[in-house]
T-cell receptor, first 112, second 115 residues
Framework: RKEVEQDPGPFNVPEGATVAFNCTYSNSASQSFFWYRQDCRKEPKLLMSVYSSGNEDGRFTAQLNRASQYISLLIRDSKLSDSATYLCVVNKGAGNNRKLIWGLGTSLAVNP | ETGVTQSPTHLIKTRGQQVTLRCSSQSGHNTVSWYQQALGQGPQFIFQYYREEENGRGNFPPRFSGLQFPNYSSELNVNALELDDSALYLC??????????????FGNGTRLTVT
């Protein structure tokens, strides 16, 4: 089993749709969690960190379920510009020891 | 604010050669991480440098080595290149080495092709 697994893509949705991505992780000692966005042939950029209580940033909502070891990302009212690959990232290191494990990414295409 | 810059942007090498990739960290950042991203894959962690010392390494062989300089810029060296080393190499800097409060800021990457 991979340390970080994401929904297989690609997701093709119409503009305005709501789409959700899930990501599971295997190491229960993992400390922090992130969603990164990567556009085609570009570098990854931090979309949002994921907090235990869940957090929202505009149309984006991230949730963490430690008991089931998964995190999710919900995108409401999809825009064409949301088309990208979304990478789930888990830090299983502690303190000053970062050990980021990246998922393979889920590709999203928002269509007009 | 100066972002993360990498050079060169593209590189073509032949099998067995050696390559050096360079990265200038974002102003105020003391930590640099290097990643390898093959086509269709997520980034794979190579190693991280904090204040000129390596403080974490992924599952890469010793022919992948690095340096961090006093100004926190960094180099990734790969010896005895193999065809499978062809990938996008990403450098990321951060203020601090881990956790939610030190997110990574990536450079545009160096695309290495080994023939």
């Amino acid at each position: 089993r991979k340390e970080v697994e994401q929904d297989p893509g690609p997701f093709n949705v119409p503009e305005g749709a709501t789409v959700a991505f899930n990501c599971t992780y295997s190491n229960s000692a993992s400390q922090s969690f992130f969603w990164y966005r990567q556009d085609c042939r570009k570098e990854p950029k931090l979309l949002m960190s994921v907090y235990s209580s869940g957090n929202e940033d505009g149309r984006f909502t991230a949730q963490l379920n430690r008991a089931s070891q998964y995190i999710s990302l919900l995108i409401r009212d999809s825009k064409l510009s949301d088309s990208a690959t979304y990478l789930c990232v888990v830090n299983k290191g502690a303190g000053n020891n970062r050990k980021l494990i990246w998922g393979l990414g889920t590709s999203l295409a928002v269509n007009p | 604010e100066t972002g993360v810059t990498q050079s060169p942007t593209h590189l073509i090498k032949t099998r067995g050669q050696q390559v050096t990739l360079r990265c200038s960290s974002q102003s105020g950042h003391n930590t640099v991480s290097w990643y390898q991203q093959a086509l269709g894959q997520g980034p794979q962690f190579i190693f991280q440098y904090y204040r000129e010392e390596e403080n974490g390494r992924g599952n890469f062989p010793p022919r992948f080595s690095g340096l961090q300089f006093p100004n926190y810029s960094s180099e990734l060296n790969v010896n005895a290149l193999e065809l499978d080393d062809s990938a996008l190499y990403l450098c990321a800097s951060s203020e601090g080495t881990g956790g939610r409060d030190s997110p990574l800021h990536f450079g545009n990457g160096t695309r290495l092709t080994v023939t």
